[in-house]
Structures are given as C-alpha cells and as structure tokens.
C-alpha cells in the first residue's frame, strides 16, 4: 500500500471450532497439510499461538516452511515460561520434564521464574533452534511477548522484557500488555518512550473497556520496522470473568462499522513502519476469517480512494 506492507490475517488456523466441516474449509480440505495451504491462499499472514502452551518443534516449523507461499509470514507467541506465566509440566518434553528439580517435577504448573538458570536457558535456546527453519526461510514476523495482568509496570518488569528481546538476539519481538496501568497518567508516556528507546514494535490492541486489564486503543508507533494489531473483540461481559473458556472469551464477530472505525488507524500506523499485521484474535468458528477479509477489503478501498 503505497510503498508499505499490511498484512491481515488470524490469530489461528486449527481452532476446533474453526476446522468443523463446512465453517471456513471447503469440504475435502481436512488434513494440516490441506488447511495450511489453503489458508496461505486466502491470507498472507498467521500468528502461532500453539507455541504459547507447548515448545515448538523444528519439523513442524519445516512443515509449515514447505506448506505456505514465499510472501507468506508467521507470527509467533512466545512460549508461557518466556513472559512470566505459569506452562503445565506435562506439556513440557519429556527431557525438560526429566531435568527438573523433584520439587518442580512433583507440581502441575510452573514459572520460569522457579527455574534452575541452565534449564532456562535451555528453554530459550530450543525455543530458538525449533524457529530456525522459519527464520531462515524469511517467513518469520516477529515474537509475540504477551506479559500476564499482573506483569506491572517498573524497572523489574522492563528488565525482564529487555532480558527477553536479548534471548531473541536479531529476531523482532513485539510486546503486548494486559494491564491497563501501563497506561494511566502517571505510565503512559513512560511505556511507549521506553519501547520506542529499545525499538519494541507496541502490540496495538481492540479489546473490552473499562475493566482493570483493559488496554486503551493506542496507536503507538514504538519501531520503524513492525506494528501489530491484535483484535481481540468487545466481549466484555467475558474478558475478566472467571471460568469462561478462551473460545468464549473472544467469541465476537465484529460489524462493519466498528471494523470502519480502524481503517485511518491502520493506515496512519502503516504509513510510518515497514509492514504492518493485523490479526483478528476473535477466533470463534469463522468470526476472525471473515472479519479479516472484510477489514483487508475495507482498508483496501480507503487506499484506493
């Protein structure tokens, strides 16, 4: 779009209630295989959110190297151990679960924090080794580094995202908050200086206002390089209640005219970073799928008027 890069996509393609027969996938189209080729032909864009709940393996990210078209791009979710929230140690692999401490082992959930040093790192560098193929490829986006509610803002929790970004080495982390105060009156400026000082690409949020964890709609642009939109509904009845399952949580199917509303933001955004991804994070059945092609049409449009 007029010498910048946007890309839409969804924050998922293997959703159980996106794979059912005749929602999104024609019928025939059954297998990983067959649904990643045909979503890489309908989107140029996918955020892996599998890798938030279970370390990535490299032959998968072989896999999906091989299934996509050359433009195509991944966005992936840090692992839940790399940004402070507690991971189930049964979906660890079996030599990490194997190298634990007895009092780590014998728990259900663990934090990074709890963690021996050596077995940290490891968790990092595997993390790292399982990417390589999408990296290499050119198919690589960025790293999602999504901090919990209770991830404040102060010099712990900048230091940890710095430690995090350096973890990375040359890869892009984008950073995305859960916690409205590190945008209050006495944070706000604080955060975007801080990120754009370490060139962090700010994940710019559509989600549930007035509640506690409610990230304002900032249009903050942090990098030169990437922004990210992550659009993860209005359902605010369910954003902090809980008990409710994710499905539930972002089960919104946006209108025309709230998807109308971020058309100038995304092309305000656009026009001052490299490439811009917009993801649709309402994935419920088809909501994200159709809400993406309808914002891609809509921004397409206001480019061409």
């Known amino acids: 779009m007029r010498g910048h890069t946007?890309?839409?996509?969804?924050a998922?393609?293997?959703?159980?209630?996106?794979?059912?027969?005749?929602?999104?996938?024609?019928?025939?189209?059954?297998?990983?295989?067959?649904?990643?080729?045909?979503?890489?032909?309908?989107?140029?864009?996918?955020?892996v959110d599998s890798t938030y709940y279970a370390l990535p393996a490299r032959r998968v990210a072989e896999l999906w190297v091989e299934r996509t078209p050359a433009h195509f791009t991944f966005d992936v979710k840090a692992h839940a151990l790399m940004t402070g929230q507690p991971s189930e140690v049964q979906r660890l692999p079996k030599s990490f679960r194997d190298a634990l401490p007895d009092a780590l082992a014998d728990k259900t959930r663990i934090y990074g924090k709890d963690l021996p040093d050596e077995l940290l790192d490891e968790l990092w560098r595997s993390f790292l080794e399982a990417l390589a193929p999408l990296q290499g490829s050119g198919k690589l986006g960025s790293i999602l580094l999504q901090y919990p509610r209770w991830f404040m803002p102060g010099d712990a929790s900048k230091a940890a995202i710095l430690d995090a970004q350096q973890r990375l080495e040359d890869l892009v982390c984008a950073v995305e908050?859960?916690?409205?105060?590190?945008?209050?009156?006495?944070h706000a400026d604080d955060t975007i200086r801080f990120l754009e000082e370490h060139e962090l690409p700010f994940v710019i949020v559509d989600?549930?206002?007035g509640l506690a964890s409610s990230v304002p709609?900032?249009?903050?642009?942090?990098?030169s390089a990437l922004a990210i939109f992550r659009m993860h509904g209005r359902r605010a009845d369910a954003w902090e209640r809980k008990g409710v399952s994710t499905v539930e949580r972002y089960r919104y199917l946006y209108d025309p005219d709230e998807l109308l509303?971020?058309?100038?933001?995304?092309?305000?955004?656009?026009?001052?970073?490299?490439?811009?991804?917009?993801?649709?994070n309402n994935c419920y059945a088809n909501y994200g799928t159709t809400n993406a092609l309808e914002i891609a049409a809509l921004v397409r449009s206001a480019y061409s008027e």
């Open 6 to 10: 946007v890309r839409f996509g969804t």
């Open 12 to 47: 998922s393609w293997t959703d159980p209630t996106i794979i059912k027969g005749g929602v999104f996938y024609p019928a025939g189209v059954t297998t990983p295989e067959d649904r990643l080729r045909y979503y890489a032909s309908r989107f140029s864009l996918v955020e």
């Open 177 to 186: 908050f859960r916690s409205a105060r590190w945008f209050d009156a006495r």
């Open 207 to 209: 989600e549930p206002q």
């Open 217 to 223: 709609p900032i249009t903050a642009v942090t990098s």
């Open 261 to 280: 509303e971020w058309v100038p933001r995304i092309q305000s955004v656009a026009s001052r970073v490299r490439e811009a991804h917009v993801l649709m």
